[in-house]
């Protein structure tokens, strides 16, 4: 069934409305199966809700989407089963070591105890965890812990990954690590699904969807984004530079 | 299903393992509270400090000050030259109460057949004072009843007998120790305790952590986490029972006269409904500090107030018996009484034991369905 779904993510008009204000205005985009797609706005955009949307965490006002081919309003089991989740909390039981904690998220997932402890070596592997499976995760550093979250989520293989600004409070040399890893992910078929708001981060993604008051605003490769801009001076344009011209474009435009 | 159960169960004795401040609270607050309400909160009233003036000194006068001396109820502690001392006295708290002879005590009873005794008691602790009125009422009574016998002797009749006499025997706790009132009471309290402001504490830790946001992407059902995450509080909670009653039996020589399987039965359904308002708590609160405050404001308060743990229900005002029916605490305590102090069977309090099913199916109903939808995302964020 998701083999056959043609995108790994679709969504169509997807809304959320809290009380009287609205965080997702009807947005509709595509995700191709193995590729990386950053989510990139402002803080308050919208980035999280979309994600926790399609994550089940969150139940849409309005609109849908399908996730690995299952809708997220009726089949979000389905949906639980397929994905990865990892938030800019690096959400770990601190009190819990290395190799308790990924035992744990492999239990909740029905993993079998073989796989668990295979899938346990190559998460410390990818990690950089070797020889401090037992360790409290409560004195790793944010580097480390990030990529033990990661690990935590993907333990389970699953088609989907989405990242809600996973890099956030981690170091430089760290996010270049933590982007190479995501960059194997992809490689090996995933689809990955990151928001940031570090802008040059951006560059790393294949695609972007720019997000601004709950609404698309561009989407296209980073490439495809700079040239839709003119050049002013000797410097090319980055993407903070396309950025800051669409919000300024769209508030000029609805007069907000 | 149930293998998704197992890893929660160890991840949550293993933090409950490390978390060794919090397992010593649970531990020792209960044999705390044990000593404290066994030795130190007494109820009993006894050895009553008491100064009596004597105003006449007559053979009269000493007979009747010999009857509170010779009473374990009363210490004779001062023989008073004047009643100006008994305030000092009093207000020092040296006394509690005070006994005044008058002057013309023999006389006026020779002449009148009538007399009058003062007593002066310390009203700041009410239940005291009323309960040392009693017994001073008895001895004074006692003590007239046997000068009418010995007048009426005197007159040529038949010794004589108080018509209507009494044998009091008091059933089930003879010594009417208070200690074997209250650590039923205190089971029920220790186990608020634990049930439900340890579960509500740990849901919600998982909330603050962004844990549980983790656990709800997941494939687990939210039925499998409750499982999962209330056993280990419910064996915790049976463990310092055990503990509790062993211990009150080793301080206090209180004994369970009934069934222990009852008993067990009554203790789980206590368990259920309090498990059920723990996590009910923790589906409206969204910090520690706020499930903290919320499940000591709806549970240790009632437990301690409206249970009848320490005030006894019956004499309390019509509205507030109505309330103590919102509580699960008064069902608990009433059949724990029924079978630790009384070794009644099902029959005495099959009442309660409905009072608690209907708790625990209201509590539950309204927890998994509040959980249910915050499971489906269908509120927002907290």
């Known amino acids: ?24 205005d009807r947005v509709s985009f595509n995700l191709d199966k193995g590729s990386i797609f950053g989510l990139l706005g402002a803080n308050g955009a919208g980035k999280s809700t979309i994600i926790r949307m399609l994550c089940g965490l969150l139940r849409s006002s309005a609109g849908t989407a399908r996730v690995a081919g299952y809708d997220i309003n009726t089949e979000p089991e389905q949906i639980k089963r397929n994905i990865g989740y990892m938030s800019q909390r690096f959400s770990l039981y601190l009190d819990l070591t290395v190799a308790e904690n990924i035992r744990f998220f492999g239990g909740i997932y029905g993993l079998s105890k073989q796989l668990i402890t295979s899938r346990l070596s190559w998460v410390v592997e990818m990690a950089g965890l070797r020889g401090r499976e037992d360790e409290l995760t409560g004195r790793l550093a944010g580097g480390w812990r990030q990529r033990l979250a990661l690990g935590c989520a993907i333990l389970h293989r699953p088609q989907i990954v989405f990242l809600d600004e996973p890099t956030a409070g981690v170091d430089p040399l760290s996010r270049r690590d933590f982007w190479e890893l995501i960059n194997r992910l992809a490689e090996e078929g995933t689809t990955v699904l990151v928001t940031t708001h570090y802008l040059d981060e951006a560059e790393y993604a294949n695609r972007i969807l720019l997000i601004h008051a709950g609404r698309i605003v561009a989407e296209g490769s980073p490439g495809e984004l700079k040239e839709g801009l003119p050049q002013a001076g000797p410097i090319p344009p980055s993407l903070e530079d396309v950025f800051i011209r669409l919000i300024e474009k769209q508030a000029g435009g609805t007069g907000s | 299903m149930s293998g998704r159960i197992i890893p929660i169960l160890k991840k949550e004795f293993r933090q409950i393992a490390r978390d060794k401040r919090s397992l010593a609270v649970l531990s020792f607050q209960p044999l705390f509270l044990l000593v404290m309400f066994g030795y130190a909160i007494s109820l009993d009233v006894r050895h009553i400090s008491l100064a009596i003036y004597d105003g006449e000194k007559s053979a009269q006068s000493r007979r009747l000050a010999d009857e509170f001396g010779h009473s374990e109820y009363f210490d004779l502690k001062f023989d008073l030259a004047s009643t100006q001392e008994i305030d000092g006295l009093m207000s020092r708290d040296q006394i509690q109460a005070a006994l005044v002879i008058p002057a013309d005590f023999s006389r006026r009873l020779l002449k009148d057949n009538a007399c009058t005794v003062q007593i002066i008691l310390d009203g700041s602790n009410a239940v005291s004072a009323s309960t040392a009125l009693g017994y001073i009422e008895a001895v004074v009574q006692d003590f007239s009843a046997r000068i009418t016998a010995r007048a009426l002797l005197r007159l040529g009749n038949q010794p004589f007998q108080q018509p209507v006499d009494y044998r009091p025997r008091v059933w089930y706790n003879p010594e009417l120790r208070s200690s074997v009132f209250l650590v039923p009471g205190l089971i029920g309290f220790i186990m608020i305790v634990t049930a439900v402001i340890s579960t509500s504490l740990s849901i919600v830790r998982e909330k603050e952590h962004g844990t549980m946001e983790q656990i709800l992407v997941s494939p687990i059902r939210p039925f499998e986490l409750i499982i999962g995450k209330t056993i280990p509080y419910v064996l915790i909670a049976l ?47 969204t910090t520690q500090h706020m499930a903290f405050t919320l499940s000591t404001l709806l549970t240790i308060l009632p437990a301690f107030i409206l249970s009848g743990f320490v005030f006894p229900i019956r004499n309390m005002p ?65």
Request: proline share 2%.
């Open chain 2, 318 to 382: 019509p509205v507030i018996r109505v309330l103590t029916f919102l509580f699960p605490g008064r069902f608990f305590l009433a059949a724990l009484r029924s079978i630790i102090i009384k070794g009644a069977g099902l029959s005495a309090f099959w009442q309660q034991l409905i009072g608690l099913v209907l708790f625990a199916a209201v509590t539950l109903a309204l927890s998994t369905a509040r959980l249910r939808r915050q499971y489906r995302g269908t509120e927002g964020q907290a």
């Open chain 2, 239 to 285: 463990g310092i029972n055990l503990a509790v009653l062993v211990a009150s039996y080793l301080l206090f020589g209180v004994t369970v006269q009934g069934s222990y399987l009852l008993l067990l039965m009554v203790v789980l359904l206590f368990l259920v409904s309090s498990l059920g308002l723990g996590i009910l708590i923790s589906t409206l609160a």
């Open chain 1, 1 to 24: 069934m998701s083999g056959a779904a043609p995108y790994a993510v679709e969504a169509r008009e997807l809304s959320k409305r809290f009380g009287s204000f609205t965080a997702v």
